[in-house]
């Protein structure tokens, strides 16, 4: 079977922009991505000490952008994802050490001891 290009009508075709739906973009790559990193770790002890530090930096994001809803959608699909794949460590522990870190960060930033 032969498909000729004229027979193609690109008024059509629908594209998805990457202007209009990037927030949609980073929430699924992060999610993606915190998923694949709680399935590497082996240890609940380690996925509570990687999901400190990751809030550590959600913090530091925070800080910088809190103005912005999508900050915070971007975040919650990381730790939707890294809780998702965590299958050694308790959901309920790690949201509660992501928030901790998230606010320790915000902290450490707010004091400038961190630029």
């Known amino acids: 079977m032969v498909i000729h290009m004229a027979a193609i009508n690109t008024k059509?075709?629908?594209?998805?922009?990457?202007?209009?739906?990037?927030?949609?973009?980073?929430f699924y790559t992060l999610l993606?991505?915190?998923?694949?990193?709680?399935l590497?770790?082996?240890?609940?002890?380690?996925?509570?000490?990687v999901i400190v530090l990751f809030g550590i930096m959600a913090?530091?994001?925070l800080f910088h952008y809190k103005k912005y809803v999508t900050t915070y959608?971007?975040?919650?699909?990381f730790l939707v994802g890294f809780v998702a794949g965590?299958?050694?460590?308790?959901?309920?522990?790690?949201?509660?050490?992501?928030l901790f870190g998230a606010s320790a960060g915000y902290y450490i930033h707010q004091k400038k001891w961190l630029v």
Do not use: N, T
């Not at 059509?12 to 980073?26: G, P, T, Y």
């Not at 590497?40 to 000490?49: R, V």
């Not at 965590?86 to 992501?98: G, I």
């Open 86 to 98: 965590s299958r050694f460590a308790d959901w309920l522990l790690l949201v509660l050490f992501f």
């Open 32 to 38: 993606v991505i915190g998923f694949v990193v709680s």
């Open 12 to 26: 059509d075709i629908k594209a998805v922009s990457m202007l209009e739906h990037w927030v949609d973009f980073l």
């Open 59 to 61: 913090g530091r994001i």
């Open 40 to 49: 590497i770790l082996q240890s609940a002890f380690l996925s509570y000490i």
């Open 73 to 77: 959608i971007i975040l919650f699909g």
